[in-house]
């Protein structure tokens, strides 16, 4: 058995932002098997040599599924309840992912990118929402944004992904709604 993989130089939180954020406007790195492989090796850490590594569309359809998880439950922590009554995504992915993993939680490298990629994510944000720094995890309230972020500021209050843009356009909406005149 091939020694568990701890997916150095990622943060929790810097992979579950890098994953929620795979899809924005027209572009998806998680469209298909190759924009997989060629979105990890741009964000992630080199990959322990496998024959056979692949990302089959099953696996490919688990990262598309697994990225709505994360940016549900990041538009929880920023008071958007965007699927009401979706409180057993993160146990349906665990079972999908048929996740292999020690008590701390590091994924077992089994030779399909996807579900290694899935795996480590999962685990990721286990750790993460155990840690009292969860709640940082944001996605952006703009309505056509959802951008993921990790909330900075000092109370936590931070809102939209950018202020100068979605920040932006709320308050222009909100002053527009509140001048506009009585019809």
């Known amino acids: 058995m091939t020694p568990p993989v701890d997916w150095p ?12 954020n795979t899809a ?3 572009r998806d790195e998680f469209a298909d098997a190759g924009s997989v492989r060629a979105w990890w090796r741009s964000v992630g850490p080199p990959l322990p040599a496998r024959r056979g590594r692949s990302a089959p569309d099953d696996g490919v359809a688990m990262l ?3 990225r709505a998880v994360i940016r549900r439950l990041a538009l929880r922590n920023n ?6 009554g979706q409180a057993s995504d993160l146990d349906t992915l665990t079972l999908r992912l048929d996740l292999r993993a020690t008590p701390t939680l590091r994924a077992d490298p089994s030779g ?3 579900r ?8 990721a944000l286990l750790r993460a929402m155990a840690r009292p720094g969860w709640p940082r995890v944001k996605a ?3 309505d056509d944004c959802r951008w993921v972020y990790v909330d900075q500021s000092r109370n936590t209050s931070r809102r ?3 202020m100068a843009n979605c920040g932006n356009r709320a308050k222009i909406a909100t002053f527009r709604a509140r001048h506009q005149p009585a019809r």
């Open 9 to 20: 130089g990622l943060a929790d939180e810097e992979l579950l932002v890098a994953v929620a």
């Open 24 to 26: 924005h406007g027209e």
């Open 64 to 66: 598309r599924d697994l």
């Open 79 to 84: 008071g958007i309840e965007a699927h009401p």
């Open 112 to 114: 399909d990118l996807a």
């Open 116 to 123: 290694d990629i899935g795996a480590a994510t999962v685990a």
């Open 140 to 142: 952006c309230r703009g």
């Open 160 to 162: 939209w992904c950018d």
